[in-house]
């Protein structure tokens, strides 16, 4: 595995592990990697002939008022973890690299991103999108892998990749979920034990709108209520949202006819929490790439 810092040196890694063919799988991360991130790397791998994954905590994407400066940076078991997933190349650049002093340019998605994350967090996405649109200019590769849980993330880069005809296939897999059903993320390791225990009653409230679903309930109305009603439970947890939205423009669902993805953000002390479950026909939406 080649561990690389700079574009130049990613181009001539490239270049010659392309010198006889093979598709180029991309896994792009910023680091603090976990079980999620090891899934994303193992699906890709025997997908592709050359894997790639990049490592970059990018500032674009926080606000002024999050946790840019606290976020997580274990360079050294990322790497070990990279490596012990098999993947051949490792870019890992600095801030100064992705974002020159002369910089103006950026991508913006326009009405995903007003939605949900994009209302509590108006600056997120054009960071994300801009990122996302020089890393894959960087690596060239046909197929990159996102994780589920960041759904809306997907949805956008989606759109994205349509809209400007990059040539890359999104592919998205499957939330990795800890025995007990919370989602995993870096987040997680900011909760203390109480709240760590507190954080799963996320998904008790996901799964049961699932249960109602395999039931037959289809109003929105009544199944983010089931959501928000079982999340309540733990008072610590401040909910941010809960809404039924279509898999595709991501816009409330009046009516849900074969599918819908459930989306729940919450607080949980200083930390945030972000979570999604599939309904319906939505899970093949998602994998229609």
């Keep these: 595995m080649r561990v690389v810092e700079t574009i130049a040196e990613c181009r001539k890694e490239l270049s010659k592990l392309r010198q006889f063919g093979g598709r180029t799988g991309f896994v792009p991360t910023m680091g603090a990697l976990h079980a999620g991130h ?19 905590v990018n500032p674009t994407q926080f606000a002024p008022t999050e946790d840019l400066s606290r976020y ?76 589920q849980k960041d759904y809306q993330q997907q949805a956008i880069l989606r759109r994205m990749v349509q809209d400007l005809d990059q040539p890359v296939r999104i592919r998205t897999c499957s939330t990795i979920r800890e025995s007990d059903g919370l989602a995993m993320s870096s987040r997680n390791a900011y909760l203390t034990s109480e709240q ?38 733990v008072p610590a947890l401040d909910i941010d949202y809960v809404a039924i939205v279509d898999p595709e423009t991501l ?24 979570d999604n479950l599939l309904l319906g026909n939505a899970k093949q939406i998602v994998e229609s790439d």
């Design 196 to 233: 760590r225990s507190q954080a799963t009653q996320i998904y008790r409230g996901l799964a049961k709108s699932e249960n109602l679903w395999q039931a037959g309930e289809r109003s929105p109305a009544v199944l983010e209520n089931a959501i928000k009603t079982t999340i309540a439970e």
């Design 72 to 147: 997580p940076r274990p360079l050294e078991h990322d790497l070990e973890l990279c490596r012990a997933s098999g993947v051949d190349l490792v870019f890992v650049p600095t801030v100064a690299e992705m974002y020159p002093p002369l910089s103006q340019t950026t991508v913006s998605v326009s009405s995903l991103t007003t939605l949900w994350e994009g209302r509590l967090r108006p600056t997120h996405f054009q960071g994300v999108t801009t990122v996302v649109t020089k890393l894959f200019n960087i690596v060239q590769p046909q197929f990159a892998f996102f994780g």
């Design 38 to 56: 090891v899934s994303l790397m193992e699906i890709c791998r025997p997908q592709v002939e050359i894997s790639v994954a990049s490592i970059f």
């Design 251 to 274: 816009k409330p669902l009046e009516t849900i006819d074969t599918g819908a993805v459930a989306l729940v953000a919450c607080r949980l002390g200083t930390t945030r929490l972000i």
